[in-house]
């Protein structure tokens, strides 16, 4: 039986409605090749903080080495609080160094094709290589963040990973992570607390002003319709 095929044994059995620790439990038993991808966001925390017990699921991070310093102070402080090991992937070096020769450090800013080219390079083929031999992959993604995303389910098939994507937070509120957050004394980016919403790479990312849409602060030079970074596509 394939990976796709106990997928959709899965999504047949009813454990979206379960509280978190009841779903980790059925996919661990079913599913021995777990990870879970930090950015070290707010819902990225509260997911770290869940799975304090869970040593056995795989956390990583994706340094694109044009992250902000909090973000830095906060994984710091992550792993000073929960002691539980995060792999970090970096790019390729030569490939970044050749696309950076070729059009320049900031060439993200000149076109939609260049900076999902610099998203791909930071971002995309090292999530690949995370990704290799693992059956289900945990994510912070909520319905909030992008319309994109407002049709997601809880459990979804990444085809183009060949992986099992689960969204524990998909129907949570910014509220109910922040209050999460505050009630567990969790460690979190400052930025947030300075409008930065969706945190990502320092060059592409700003604070969002009252009213604005949740991504307008990332790649805000682009369409609203071409803000993702491929990691997570709909499909």
Same mark, same amino acid.
């Given at each position: ?23 980790l439990?059925?996919?661990?038993t079913y ?33 694109? /080495? ?16 929960? /002691? ?30 260049? %900076? ?30 992008s319309?994109? %995303?407002?049709?997601? %389910?809880?459990? +979804? ?37 300075? #409008? ?14 009252? /009213? ?5 602060g ?9 803000? +993702?970074? #491929? ?5």
């Amino acid at each position: 039986m394939t990976l796709e095929d106990e997928f959709n044994k899965l999504i047949k059995s009813d454990i979206a409605g379960l509280a978190f620790g009841d779903q980790l439990a059925y996919l661990k038993t079913y599913f021995p090749s777990i990870c879970f991808s930090t950015s070290f966001s707010y819902e990225d925390q509260v997911i770290t903080h869940l799975l304090k017990e869970h040593s056995e699921v795989t956390v990583f991070t994706l340094d694109t /080495g044009r992250l902000f310093d909090q973000t830095y102070d906060t994984w710091n402080l992550t792993l000073a609080k929960y /002691g539980l090991p995060i792999k970090a992937y970096y790019p390729d070096t030569i490939g970044i160094e050749n696309f950076i020769n070729e059009h320049g450090p900031d060439c993200f800013y000149q076109s939609v094709e260049l %900076r999902k080219k610099c998203c791909w390079l930071r971002k995309v083929a090292p999530l690949k290589r995370a990704l290799i031999g693992k059956q289900v992959w945990i994510t912070g993604l909520r319905a909030e963040h992008s319309t994109n %995303r407002q049709s997601m %389910r809880q459990f +979804e098939w990444d085809e183009d990973n060949q992986i099992i994507k689960f969204h524990p937070l998909l129907n949570w509120t910014s509220t109910m992570v922040e209050e999460f957050i505050k009630n567990n004394n969790i460690p979190f980016n400052p930025l947030h607390k300075q #409008g930065y919403v969706s945190i990502g790479c320092s060059p592409c990312t700003r604070a969002i002003k009252s /009213g604005e849409d949740f991504r307008a602060g990332r790649w805000w030079w682009e369409d609203a319709s071409k803000k +993702e970074c #491929g990691l997570h596509l709909k499909q």
